[in-house]
């Protein structure tokens, strides 16, 4: 045997039968046992991959199910980890949201899922309800939890093998679990019981594989907002920069006569973010200090419910004219209530004429208001966002005084003021600050009667008393005396008095925005790991299979890089004694972590004459694989970040 950085050749740590399969198991342990077990069956059948010596590693035996004594898959309570998945498992499919749960119920797999029997593929039932599902008796497996890994096992049996077995089990509420072929089996806890509700109940397997799709398609959509660009032939008023700003899309109609302002998402050259430009056309600020001496108190004022204004450009000449630039974040995507609500023919869209695409936003769906407006639930979470802007507005001594559906923007669950801050530059106002905090909340008033009753301009003086015979008709008292309060110009009234009239409803606002946080996290916390991985992946294969590394002509073939080769196909080549390949993407996603973590669990290697076993810990793979990248970056002019 020898040794060389932790590199074992043919053998390995001299154990007695049943010691050591898994690390760091008691002796006495039963996985220990059925381990040993899978060991000794390798004994009989020889090695997993290639020809060579017995394996008597310290690591779970990776043995193709076929060889073992084949136990059914195991049903754990709730698998839903991406870990789970063969490889032949691929992603949701885009579905639009409007046609998700549409259409008739189909039975049976998706075409594109491939984790059924594959006798299946000679009896297609498509249309046929699922076979009822044969619960197989939970007692019979056994299971130990390891490294924050549970597994399920049983004890070898005489019963048949079955090599392609897969089953998809229906679990209960929301729980559908697939299981591989693999042996490792990852355990995964159902999300909270008050977070399902906010799910929707998934209608085939990979709901609960993957992110969901309706979360899915609203960030992907988002993700194209990010990424559009116009084409400067179609736009050629556009300018190419504005000061540090670039890469301006019209977010509404340009190009119109007499346009007095118009919006734009711009990416700046500074941060690389991107933000919501509103240029106000010719408008030149003849005395800088006297009109944006509220311009700074803006920008300090951070509420989740406004948009955050981060800049202010005077007398810009981008445009050809003395333009007024306020630029806030951008949200993309977003919509006005007014588009949602009252126009939702106009609803934001993206044209990409670049790739002749067509993005909105799957989330945002109009919702036109019927004949008697909102329903009450939807408006008093409008009026608790709206009331906690104004709050925190007018606790900085502000006034909002363009509080309008066209101002207001939804995004997601929530709703946000946004160009706050151009009135006061534009028309800075002298009349006390509570007299303008008054309007506001008239201004408020207004917005819910247009909710309340469906038309867009029912506040109007000349509409009113038909709209409150409408609100008193079909909205609770509690409604009413919000409208009443704001609407009432003869006393002295702040916003805080609205807190009473909301009441409780304002803890039911509050849950639901909490276990949608705890659904985002959750599903943040599944996918987290995904980069780290690709991160590995990404150095892996840079040093892999690299012709040469500067004057060294063999260096991917010798050394570090060697053992790394044989690692490559010890986690993405296995096959099986038949030379069939043999996937199970628990093992690749297994293999990764413990590359990633360095543990010292070993593996035995062979290389692909089969003339070499190599028998090594992952935390010298890591090494290898550490050293090797950073001699590469040694070489390179790149700057490349970890
Ligand atoms: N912070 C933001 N991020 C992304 N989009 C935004 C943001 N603020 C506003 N928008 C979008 O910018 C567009 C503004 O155009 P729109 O014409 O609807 O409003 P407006 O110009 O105020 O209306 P009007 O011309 O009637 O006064 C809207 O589509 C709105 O959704």
Redesign the pocket.
Known sequence: MQSNEGYQFDGGPNQGPGQGQGQGLPAGSRLNQYLANNSRQALLTGPSFGPGTPINVNAPIFIPKHQQPQPPPPPPPAVNQFAQLAIHDVPVQMIPFNQINAGPQHYGPPPHMSHRPSMQHHHPQPMAPPPPHVQVPYDRYHQESRGGTTYFYNEPSDQPLDAEHYHEVDGNEGGIVVNTSGVFCYNAPLPLAHMTRFRGKPNSTQQTQFISPELRMELLNRQLAFDTKVDPNLYPEIPQNVEHFTNLVP??NTGMQNQS?S?Y?AISCRDGNFY?LRRIHGNRIQQPGKQTHLVEQWKKLVHGNI?PLREVLLNCRAFEDYSLIFA?????L???L??KHFDPK?V?NFYDPANNFRITSPMGVPVSLGPSGANETMIWSYIIQIAAALRAIHASGLACRTLDL??I?CYGNKI?L??CGIADVLDPDSTPIQQQQNEDLNMFGNIIVSLATGRANAWRKDLYPQSKKLIDENFSIDLRNVIGFLHNNGSRKTINEIMPMIGGRFFTVMENMQAKTDVLEGELSREMENGRLLRLLAKMNTVLERVENGTEEGWSETGDRFMLKLFRDYVFHQVTDQGRAWLDMAHIVQCLNKLDCGTLEKIEMVARGGDTQIIIDYATLKKCLEKSYRELMGNTMMIVHR
């Open positions: 977010l509404e302002h919006t998402k919501c948009v806030y974040d951008y949200y993309p977003a919509e006005t007014m588009t106009n934001t066209n101002k923007i946000m946004s160009f």
